[in-house]
């Protein structure tokens, strides 16, 4: 799960449009659909919703990656998410 201190310290920065608030966002969204398509395995609006969201997602740690890749490395590992991969 997402760690509470990390979540606070975005809250409280007043910039909700900054990459690493978005992000966060997005990736709340994402454990709380999975979680519930694990129980609702026929919701097939949810499921592209959630593919999505992953596509906003995968979007802007692309932008972050290429932007600022300290910052990128750090948010993904506090997130706890896999590393983007190129095709």
């Known amino acids: 799960m997402v760690k509470n ?3 606070s ?3 409280q ?6 990459v690493e608030f978005q992000v966060v966002i997005f990736t709340n ?3 709380r ?3 519930h398509l694990e129980f ?6 949810s499921q592209r919703g959630l593919r999505k969201i992953l596509g906003k997602r995968q979007r802007l740690l692309s932008y972050l990656s290429k932007k600022d890749k300290v910052r ?3 948010l993904i590992s506090q997130l706890d998410i896999r ?3 190129t095709r």
Do not use: M, P, Q
């Open 5 to 7: 201190a990390f979540i």
């Open 9 to 11: 310290v975005i809250s």
């Open 13 to 18: 920065e007043e910039n909700r449009g900054s």
């Open 29 to 31: 969204k994402i454990r």
């Open 33 to 35: 659909l999975t979680s």
């Open 40 to 45: 609702h395995r026929k919701d097939f609006l």
């Open 72 to 74: 990128y490395t750090e």
């Open 83 to 85: 590393e983007l991969t």
